[in-house]
């Protein structure tokens, strides 16, 4: 018989639970561990649960991303318009890099949109928890909505800033073409492509904070060797077979060789720009060269990114906010 001066264990199951472990207990009333990890089809079935919760976060965030700025969302636009001014005095004109290129400046400004919006996927992905630990921690949501919806977000700019560079492309002269069509695979196999990157680097950035500031140094190295202000193909043609083809199956140059073939087609004509020099002996415009496969490429990055990285973060679910 327990008196008042004996200690009381509050939390050993008294009653008819006498004697049940933590397990049983939790089996005996449906009980589960909060915030567990939830399979792979439930956690599927969560996130597509979450859609308008994703499109909605994406929608605020874009609109709320320039609101302190004089020129608000133009900045959406202006943006990309200076890099592309800037690597063109820089690699054009300076470097000569545009003479042979057909329509240059078309050709800098597709490259450009195309890398920027891989780039700012990335780099939003790579924040995207540690910038929302408040939010995580206060409410319960599949955490892959966030990289997802920080995709989106970019996504978004980019198709605003197509308006522009629609309007580039035809003043250069292109005129549309029945490959503008691709643009729509492209974009889609693309995003996926961001998407599985961008939660790759979520769980990386959750863990490791520094590899925020260490990754615009790696995004701009890809950039310089991707041939985004430069036709990489004249540097790449003494190197062994192997390598070449290494090369050729770099991410962001098949997902640009895409558009700007989808935008401008002639410039892949060899009957058009043949090369060569004038009688003055400026170098003339050479044909561009779409590697074999492409799509093939193209759409095997974009699955194998996407499943990886979708993976990859889906296991530590239960991780993200803690600690």
């Given amino acids: 018989m327990s008196t008042l001066s004996d200690p009381v264990n509050l939390s050993a199951p008294r009653g008819s639970d006498a004697g049940l472990t933590p397990k049983q207990l939790a ?5 589960s561990v909060s915030g567990k990890r939830p399979s792979l089809p439930q956690y599927v079935r969560q996130l597509w649960a979450r859609r308008s919760f994703i499109s909605a976060f994406a929608t605020a965030r874009l609109v709320a991303q320039y609101t302190t ?10 943006t990309p318009l200076l890099n592309c001014a800037v690597f063109y005095l820089v690699f054009g004109v300076i470097m000569k890099s545009r003479d042979g290129v057909p329509v ?6 597709i490259g450009v949109f195309v890398f920027q919006f891989s780039q700012s996927a990335i780099q939003a992905g790579t924040r995207s928890i540690s910038d929302n630990l408040g939010l995580i921690r206060a409410l319960h949501f599949p955490r892959a909505s966030l990289p997802i919806a920080f995709t989106v977000i970019q996504l978004q700019q980019l198709l605003i800033s197509m308006v522009v560079l629609v309007a580039i492309v035809l003043i250069s002269g292109i005129m549309p073409a029945m490959t503008w069509i691709l643009i729509i695979p492209a974009l889609v196999l693309q995003s996926l492509f961001n998407t599985g990157l961008a939660m790759v680097m979520a769980r990386i950035g959750a863990k490791t904070s520094d590899i925020s500031q260490l990754m615009p140094f790696l995004l701009r190295t890809w950039m310089y060797v991707s041939g985004v202000m430069y036709s990489v193909s004249g540097y790449i043609q003494t190197w062994p077979q192997i390598w070449q083809t290494v090369y050729s199956w770099n991410p962001a140059t098949v997902y640009m060789d895409l558009m700007r073939y989808a935008f401008m087609p002639d410039s892949f004509n060899p009957h058009k720009y043949p090369g060569g020099y004038d009688a003055q002996g400026h170098q003339l415009p ?3 060269i779409l590697p074999d496969h492409i799509w093939i490429m193209a759409g095997t990055w974009a699955v ?4 990886l ?15």
Avoid: P
């Avoid at 194998?304 to 499943?307: C, E, G, L, N, P």
């Avoid at 990285?309 to 600690?323: P, S």
């Fill in 27 to 31: 089996d005996k009333y449906g009980l």
């Fill in 286 to 288: 050479k044909a561009l």
């Fill in 304 to 307: 194998v990114a996407f499943v």
């Fill in 309 to 323: 990285g979708f993976v990859f973060f889906w296991k530590a679910e239960e991780e993200y906010g803690r600690g």
């Fill in 104 to 109: 240059y400046i078309a050709w800098l400004c």
């Fill in 69 to 78: 700025a004089k020129l608000g969302q133009l900045w959406q636009v202006l």
